[in-house]
């Protein structure tokens, strides 16, 4: 079996993405998505002029080889753009290997660890009061587990706060937008906010929270805060890449500590891992570099004991999402999947096999990832050019978002 074509394939049904769509000579091909949210054009040329050349010809069995020529050959390593359009490339080879072998991509990763993938999601309001109703229409389809986000009193906009009950895509066409944060205003509410989740819904329902990277070392003694709520994690209490900052962190909570959404490659985390400094690690198969290197990822985090909650956002397609779910199924250091649910024009542009039933997802037993790609539909919905949102302080300063 030899690779024949490569296509680079931008749609936008309610969101931009990007697929990449590898072909062989006998007739099988495979999907890998390769969405990096704002940039997307950046990694489409990457794979289109760079990448898709050189694939041309190869055995696509030959996973391994192939993700260290585009790794180690490009000699510029690393970063979003590049192990984004890397994790395109092996995701696309699994589902190739996947359908000619005739099995579910999890059975290649060495059968299924557990029946099912326990997932979260993302329930807010803009005020206190919607998202504590929220949790209780997550729980009444059935999540176990549930991220709680609200609006901050003289705050116009939060982050982590939806337009609607199911779907949440901050992404915007035209320019950034340009939101106002105070850190001290966010302080004052959340620990209220899980106080009045846990007095309605108990103590069973497990609950998340995400700070966004915008806590210094010392203002994540929000954890402490929160302990009474025995939350199931806090998610990137501060700056993702200051990994030494989280030694001083560690010191001042025992509320368990997610962090990586935003990690290109294990090297991002070595520090975290190896001085026990994080609970879950969140790097994602689209752009950690593929199942691939996530594996080599979550086998380094597993002998330091953390387990995986990769990121699930809308701002990764259906495909992604297949693929960490098989990934998932597979690995014995699991620990959550986020999930937000794609719209309904999505899910027709991506139909797939993978099932929602009980607070968990299973990926399906179709053989490859069980996703597919209808062109048809597709070309209804051109790429708009879009961006996330960045943030300001009250004086005007420029912050993260």
């Not at 890397?86 to 660890?113: F, M, Q």
């Not at 996703?371 to 005007?396: F, K, Q």
């Amino acid at each position: 079996m030899r690779i024949t074509d490569v296509e680079v394939l931008v749609t936008c049904p309610g969101r931009n993405f990007v697929t990449l769509r590898v072909r062989t000579d006998e007739g099988v091909h495979g999907l890998g998505d390769a969405t990096l949210n704002g940039r997307e054009l950046a990694v489409a040329s990457y794979l289109r002029d760079h990448v898709a050349p050189c694939l041309i010809g190869r055995n696509p069995f030959q996973i391994e080889d192939i993700w260290q020529f585009l790794y180690r050959g490009a000699y510029w390593r690393r970063g979003p753009v590049t192990m984004t359009a890397i994790g395109a490339v092996d995701t696309a080879l699994w589902d190739i290997k996947g359908k000619a072998l005739n099995v579910p991509v999890y059975e290649l990763l060495g059968g299924a660890s557990r029946t099912g993938v326990l997932v979260y999601g993302h329930a807010s309001g803009e005020s206190a009061g919607e998202a504590v109703d929220a949790v209780g229409r997550y729980l009444d389809m059935g999540y176990k587990a549930v991220r709680v986000q609200a609006g901050v009193p003289g705050l116009t906009g939060t982050y982590g706060v939806g337009r609607g009950e199911l779907f949440y895509e901050p992404a915007e066409a035209g320019l950034p937008a340009e939101d106002v944060w105070s850190t001290e205003k966010y302080l004052a509410t959340v620990p209220s906010l899980f106080a009045r989740v846990r007095q309605e819904y108990g103590d069973e329902v497990h609950l998340l929270h995400d700070a966004h990277h915008r806590l210094t070392p010392v203002q994540a003694g929000l954890g402490r805060d929160l302990e009474p709520y025995r939350l199931f994690w806090l998610e990137d209490v501060a700056p993702a890449e200051q990994q030494e900052a989280f030694r001083l962190i560690r010191q001042h909570t025992t509320t368990p500590l997610a962090v990586g959404e935003i990690f290109s490659t294990i090297h991002d985390a070595t520090l975290l891992l190896r001085e026990y400094l994080i609970d879950y690690l969140r790097m994602t198969v689209v752009h950690g570099g593929g199942i691939t290197h996530l594996r080599t990822a979550a086998a380094y985090a597993d002998v330091h004991q953390v387990r995986t909650g990769c990121h699930g956002a809308t701002d990764l397609s259906p495909v992604a999402m297949a693929a960490a779910l098989h990934f998932d199924l597979s690995i014995p250091n699991f620990g959550i999947q986020e999930y937000m649910r794609h719209t309904a024009e999505t899910d027709e542009v991506f139909p797939h096999a993978y099932t929602f039933s009980g607070g968990y997802l299973h990926p399906g037993d179709a053989p490859g990832l069980g996703v597919d790609y209808r062109d048809d539909l597709a070309e209804r919905y051109p790429y708009r050019r879009a961006y996330l949102p960045v943030s300001r302080l009250e004086d005007g300063t420029m912050f993260n978002w």
